[in-house]
């Protein structure tokens, strides 16, 4: 009896905030645009054997199809029915990513969109993914089916149909965000059909969801969707499981909406941490990287059991979203491992990476004018993802998560996990350092000159392989050595060019 309770305590405790990951894999990665066929290989060649926890996957379901302009990726995030079937792949494929990811312990995370369908102004006809018709014009989505019943026109009381007001909570959540048809999630009706699409997606496999535009749907009517959903598949995870949910809801202050009505249903984006973070790796606005002493909560962000967090997403790094001019992406790529080498050394959140495709960006005004590019195709067909000589990526995919940086901290992370965050040192500028108990060890230098110190690792005395700089291969150093003295101090040199300059050492570099 006792036993049992303890049991359903540590289910409760953990259920919709745990991420289902493998023991001892502790990220996420977003594999923005790729199709099924290259994620279930990635899973297989390169996730799995690295520690990466799992994958945040592009919408899977039927959407329309938009040709003014060409294909943007933000088609995607308009709904047409629910079946599996988009330009990443359709059921069957998605099914084998599923299996072969699930196989090597590499979990997938559906982005749901099940706050709206289309636009208002899609159209009628079979422009869609898996050509399925619609009418938007009347409301009618056949495949799923939705009619006119199931939208919020009623409901939504500004003169546009429109959000047209963020400090209106009736606004934002019973209208339309940018023209999208608003679902009326308060029916049952509406409720079952989302919650059928999302069971079919668990009863295949998946560990969870990221549940878009979640500031547009009232609390109450996501746990009413959440309570209808299946347990997770055991064929892969313990009896009893239940679908990770991490909820997109932007806050960043100032807005009637906040990301603690959330907390109920699962975990929330922090918007504020790559917002904030961007600003101090840039040392904008007087910020420095002393500053970070008291990261996470005591910088105003949600209890760190409640945060997805993130450097940037797929809107922020082309200037949609929120976060604004501060946010670092792989265009500013040698700050940009410094931010993410922070966020994985650093106990806060739930981390998640960031994997992109290259666009030619062009600004006007300041505004980039292609931010709708979407993924690299032939003829609107999505490209593989190829693999070159070095392990980088072809086909114009960006592959942060393969850069030596960002996959050498993803398992930094894995090791020091559970860790408590200490031995911290700054020089009150832009020169920090901080280790996680006895198992891994960071030390950045963001200012204009040189770092020359030495620091309390809290490491046992050897010798380590920096990860930043190099690999541990065979038992040998591919960067830098950094010795650590049998009372955990070692001597630290990084110069303010160095094409990195940061140095992590943990446990498992130890040579
Ligand atoms: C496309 C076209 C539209 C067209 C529409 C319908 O671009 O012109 O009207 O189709 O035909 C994506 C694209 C959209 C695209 C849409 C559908 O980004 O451009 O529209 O697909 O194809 C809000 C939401 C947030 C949302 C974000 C983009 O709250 O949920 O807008 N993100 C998700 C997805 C995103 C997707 C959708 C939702 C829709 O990640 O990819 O859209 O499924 C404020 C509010 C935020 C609000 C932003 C932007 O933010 O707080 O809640 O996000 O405005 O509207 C400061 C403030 C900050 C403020 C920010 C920006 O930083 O502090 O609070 O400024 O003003």
Request: charged share 20%; hydrophobic share 35%.
């Amino acid at each position: 009896m006792k036993f049992f309770v303890l049991l359903s305590a540590l289910g409760l405790c953990w259920a919709q905030y745990s991420p289902n990951t493998q023991q001892g894999r502790t990220s996420m990665v977003h594999l923005f645009e790729w199709r099924w066929v290259d994620i279930a290989k990635e899973c297989e060649r390169y996730l799995a054997p690295n520690g990466f926890g799992g994958v945040q996957i592009s919408p899977p379901n039927e959407n329309i199809v938009v040709n003014n302009p060409s294909r943007p990726w933000w088609e995607r995030y308009q709904p047409i029915s629910y079946k599996i079937c988009t330009r990443s792949g359709n059921e069957d494929e998605f099914r084998d990513m599923v299996t072969r990811c699930n196989n090597v312990g590499v979990r997938i995370y559906v982005d749901a969109v099940i706050n709206h369908m289309c636009g208002e102004g899609g159209g009628a006809g079979t422009s869609s993914t898996c050509g399925s018709y619609f009418n938007a014009g009347n409301r009618e989505f056949p495949a799923v089916p939705y009619s006119g019943w199931d939208f919020n026109d009623g409901k939504c009381r500004t003169s546009s149909g429109g959000i047209e007001n963020y400090n209106d909570a009736y606004q934002v959540r019973d209208c339309r965000l940018t023209g999208l048809l608003d679902l009326a999630l308060e029916k049952d009706y509406v409720r079952t059909q989302i919650a059928n699409y999302m069971n079919h997606l668990i009863d295949i496999g998946v560990a969870g969801f990221r549940l878009d535009a979640s500031k547009h749907m009232w609390p109450g009517d996501i746990k009413a969707v959440l309570d209808k959903l299946h347990n997770l598949n055991t064929k892969w995870f313990p009896g009893g499981s239940r679908p990770f949910i991490f909820q997109e809801v932007i806050d960043l202050g100032g807005e009637a909406i906040t990301s603690s009505e959330y907390f109920g249903n699962g975990r929330v984006t922090e918007f504020k941490y790559g917002a904030k973070l961007g600003t101090v790796i840039r040392r904008w606005n007087g910020e420095k990287m002393a500053y970070l002493k008291n990261w996470g909560e005591g910088w105003g962000f949600m209890p760190s059991d409640r945060a997805l967090v993130f450097v940037d997403n797929h809107d922020n790094q082309r200037g949609h979203g929120a976060g604004g001019a501060s946010i670092l992406t792989f265009w500013d790529a040698r700050l940009y491992k410094m931010a993410v080498g922070f966020m994985l050394a650093h106990p806060y959140g739930f981390t998640r990476v960031m994997s992109s495709y290259r666009w030619p960006r062009n600004f006007v005004n300041g505004q980039d004018v292609n931010d709708w590019i979407g993924p690299p195709n032939n003829n609107g067909v999505i490209k593989e993802v190829t693999i070159n000589p070095d392990t980088t990526c072809g086909n114009d995919w960006v592959c942060e998560h393969r850069w030596r940086q960002i996959r050498n901290m993803v398992a930094f992370r894995n090791v020091v996990d559970g860790q408590p965050f200490q031995n911290w040192w700054d020089n009150g500028s832009n020169q920090v350092a901080f280790g996680r108990g006895n198992k891994g060890f960071i030390v950045f230098n963001n200012d204009d000159w040189s770092l020359s110190t030495t620091l309390q690792t809290g490491l046992p005395g050897g010798t380590y392989c920096d990860v930043i700089s190099g690999d541990k291969i065979n038992g040998d150093c591919t960067g830098i050595k950094v010795y650590v003295s049998n009372d955990g101090k070692a001597q630290f040199s990084i110069s303010n060019s160095a094409e990195d300059p940061f140095i992590a050492i943990h446990a498992d570099s130890k040579l």
